[in-house]
């Protein structure tokens, strides 16, 4: 009984976290780049859970804090840095 | 005294050229120097349109005489294009402060100008005019770039361009000075190495903080 309980726990944590996907658009430059994984920092995630493409010009949350990023959220970081954000998804 | 600024922000950041507004809370420092020039500038993006900071700039004109100005500075970013692989920007430059010369110190200066990039991932292209006043001399500087890079690295690889400087500036400059130069950058900091075509050499660095 016990291990299905732990089991039941375990599976709702990972339910929880989940990988945001979005485009990116003028993102050219990976200096300034840099600003993105700042902003993202500033709503309490881990720089290194922040994955940029700059080929698919893709950004990438890995957010296992389950952080609540919402899509105004994440467009306002994006704003911030400089940029503007095209089709969020979730995972 | 009179050169205290601009010592404090040369030994500071060494020797740049780039955005002047950059993501919001970002600081950038940077300075560019050669032989007949130095522009030292500590800058703060209080949003992604605007920063303000101190910058300092030094010319010599064609008999050696140095004019320094000592300036608290706005820029705006008066335009942006974000486009699928490229990106636009238009920039307004200002600057309201000291300037200094063997002839006159501690005289009203002022800084005015307008920067315009483009760039992809590849290609770089750049263009600026600076008009930096005092009660001596007034200058009018201009400043344009192509670059292109020939490896399109990764986000966190070393980034690697080829670039070429054309500055113009009929007091300071005997003739329009060509520079060619390197760029690199690695995660927040940049750095350029070029020479001219007559030998003067130029060292840039830039930190995003």
């Known amino acids: 009984m016990r291990i299905f309980i732990l089991l039941g726990i375990l599976l709702s944590f990972s339910a929880m976290a989940e990988t945001i996907n979005f485009g990116v658009k003028g993102m050219v430059c990976s200096m300034c780049a840099q600003g993105i994984k700042k902003k993202f920092k500033a709503l309490g995630v ?4 922040v994955q940029v493409d700059l080929d698919k010009k893709l950004v990438s949350v890995d957010n296992d804090k389950n952080i609540k990023l919402t899509d105004q959220a994440i467009t306002d970081a994006i704003k911030d840095a400089g940029y503007e954000v095209v089709d969020i998804k979730r995972q | 005294m009179r ?50 900071g101190i910058n300092y700039w030094r010319l010599s004109d ?12 706005l820029n705006h970013l008066a335009y942006r294009y974000n486009g699928d692989d490229s990106q636009a920007n238009l920039y307004l430059h200002s600057g309201l402060g000291r300037s200094d010369s063997e002839q006159n110190e501690n005289r009203l200066g002022y800084m005015m100008g307008l920067e315009a990039d483009w760039e992809t991932r590849k290609y770089f292209l750049s263009a600026k005019y600076l008009h930096l006043g005092s009660a001596d001399t007034d200058h009018g500087i201009w400043v344009g770039r192509v670059g292109i890079s020939p490896i399109l690295a990764d986000f966190s690889s070393l980034q690697s361009w080829a670039m070429l ?14 520079t060619p130069l390197l760029r690199f950058f690695y995660h927040n900091v940049l750095w350029e190495m070029g020479s001219s075509l007559k030998g003067d050499m130029m060292l840039n660095l830039m930190v995003h903080l």
């Open chain 2, 165 to 178: 400087q054309v500055w113009h500036d009929p007091i300071t400059a005997r003739e329009t000075k060509i």
């Open chain 1, 46 to 49: 881990d720089p290194e859970k």
């Open chain 2, 3 to 52: 050169n205290l600024w601009g010592l404090l922000l040369v030994g500071f950041c060494s020797v740049a050229f780039a955005h002047p507004v950059i993501y919001q809370d970002g600081w950038v420092i940077s300075s560019m120097t050669m032989a007949d020039m130095t522009d030292a500038n500590v800058s703060y993006s209080f949003s992604s349109r605007w920063s303000s």
């Open chain 2, 62 to 73: 064609m008999q050696g005489n140095e004019q320094e100005w000592q300036l608290a500075k």
